[in-house]
């Protein structure tokens, strides 16, 4: 029954992991892409013991995703199916180890709601990292348990023990939240000195082989954190503030957090869209009764050890949820998953045994007979059906309601994807203007689309020009041209008015590009011939002599600016508008910014802005693009009449300056435009 059971129910978790693995996510998710990429630097080599991409990540997972790249191509579809098989694997080990602490209801139990669970589901088919944590982990308590259980003296007793060890020492590699995981052994061998001392007889040498090897593992990623304290981002966007009022003596925010956490299984769930349908908790209102049921009779049996073992890992592996914020969030409490499905497991089983009794005191005081009647057909069929009831919520709540939510396709890029989608099954080889709203390429959380679009798109002969159309409007060369829009359905609405001409209002619309309300695909037949702005007056900077500068001024040896054009004066406190023509004369330079400063006199800054809204190393010769400059504003305190201005390029990992030419003549690295007057 065992074997069987535990068979099926595997079969059920690979098939809700596998099931249409590219549609749930919608896309590909920041950590997804982070994941991918350090993959990629495993591949050539780069074999670290943390990579401080994306806020610092331990390496194991990125190691086990690695080899699946080459096999199955190097696409979003290779990370969940890699994901979903570390899953399983860590699905198994959590089986195996309530088994041993208990009997193999509570462990089919537990299988069972693992998975089919959305907790386990989303990590899972969401390519998260923490995943790795769970095989790790799990298998740490079994080898302990059975190194508990071992004969005294005994060989196997040690080698348990070492298992135990390595297995712990490697969850250190897996995710953060498994630094806390060696307080659970250490409680739990305190709870046995001082409930069941005799337990802990011959165990020293064993223990102590256990406890050096988890550290002799351990020891090389502490010291690389404490010589690179940068790496552990805890206080990226304030996650630490509840640990950091506690440490500095305001206990309110962790206690907050802490009964937020603790709520988390049956009341109130996660808030955020990264993890979970907001709000909604680990467990439905049948399961959850058994959740809370099972922690009831582990707390009314804490003297045996096997229910004391697992509410000691319940309580430790929530801490990191505890100190952190917003509250509860799964995502930093994984290692409950470890044994939190054996709660309903205990409360069924205990429930059956009930059964069990009760049937057999009325069948012997009705028949005489003391044979028990068999409840083993209950128990199936009990499980059955609260695995049926576990099974349809989460189904819904993935599949169907965590898709839908305000803010998903944004974070999970839908329409980029749809966007590649799109262009893997058009014939078309006509050049591409692909609008993303964001492309910063410094930003320590988000990733400009281009990197996204290596791994969401199978063709390898598109140019695609990457830009924000709030922003800037770019004209690949060449005739026939199309604009994809995967952000809106209206893209007339995002272009400012200032960037649009006749030509663009004009263009025809691509049918059928993407899902209603996913984006909108434009395509020009002819690219206009001519550019507006055109014209406008320039001079060479003071230290460059001053004088006027006939457009186009060449900007390095791959942009010209063609001309620009100011919309208006603007009063004290009131933005500048103006743009500025380019034209593509190479391949530029990656990760350009273009600086816009507005100067009381040539040295004197008023204000600034520094933006290039493209992937500037997209651009192709002969492209042209237009840029908005519209976040400057004059001081409100401005008193004075007119304001200089000056552009210039600059690369944003050197900050050196791309220098102006005047022919085959150098002329300084910075070109002034025409004097801003204010509007009084």
Partial sequence: ????????????????????????????????????????????????????????????????????????????????????????????????????????????????????????????????????????????????????????????????MIGAGLCLGLTFYTFTAARVLPAVFALFLLYLWVFHRPRLTGLGRPLLLGAIVVLLVALPLFCYLRTHPQADQFDFREFNRPLAALMSGDPKPALQTSLATLGGFAFRGDPLIFDNVPGRPVFEPLTAFLFLSGVAVALARWRQPAYAFILIWLLVSLIPGMLSQPAPNFYRIVGAQVVAFAFPGLAIVEGVRWLRRQYWIKNQSSTGSSRPV?????????????????????????????????????????????????????????????????????????????????????????????????????????????????????PLSLIPAELQGEWLAEAAPIPDFLPAGLGAALELDDSPQTLEPNSGLAWWPPEAGGDPAPLPVRFGDSLALLGYRRVASPGPGQPLRLVTAWEVLATPPPRLVLFSHLLADPQTLAAQQDSLPLTSHSLRPGDRFLVLHDQIAIPSDSSAEQYLFSIGLYDSDTMARLPLYDGDRQRGDRLFLEAVSVAR
């Fill in 374 to 490: 068999r409840t083993d057909a209950a128990l199936v069929a009990i499980l059955a059906l609260i695995l049926l009831v576990h099974l349809a919520g989460a189904w819904r709540a993935y599949f169907d309601t965590w898709p839908v939510v305000e803010g998903v396709s944004f974070f999970w890029q839908s329409g980029l994807a749809e966007a590649a989608r799109y262009l893997d099954d058009a014939p078309d080889h006509s050049p591409v203007a692909l609008c993303t709203v964001l492309t910063y390429e410094h930003d320590p959380w988000w990733r400009p689309a281009w990197q996204s679009m290596v791994y969401l798109l199978r063709r390898t002969d598109l140019d695609i020009r990457y830009y924000d159309c709030r922003a800037t409007l770019v004209l690949p060369a060449g005739q026939a041209v199309r604009y994809l829009f995967p952000e809106t359905s209206e």
């Fill in 1 to 160: 029954m065992w074997l069987i059971g535990a068979t099926a129910l595997l079969l059920l978790a690979a098939y809700l992991r596998y099931r249409v693995p590219l549609a749930v996510p919608p896309g590909l998710g920041m950590d997804e892409l982070i994941a991918l990429q350090i993959s990629e630097q495993v591949l050539d080599g780069d074999l670290q013991l943390f990579y401080e991409a994306g806020q610092g990540r331990e390496p194991i997972f990125n190691y086990w995703l690695a080899p699946w790249l080459p096999l199955m191509g190097r696409r979003v579809f290779t990370l969940r199916v890699a994901s979903s098989a570390l899953s399983l694997l860590g699905l198994a080990a959590v089986a195996v180890l309530a088994r041993r602490l208990f009997d193999p209801g509570v462990a089919l139990a537990s299988l069972a709601g693992g998975a089919a669970s959305f907790w386990t589901l989303f990590a899972a088919r969401a390519g998260a990292r923490s995943v790795a944590m769970i095989p790790f982990a799990a298998l740490s308590g079994y080898l302990f348990w059975c190194g508990l259980a071992s004969p005294a003296q005994s060989r196997r007793r040690s080698l348990f």
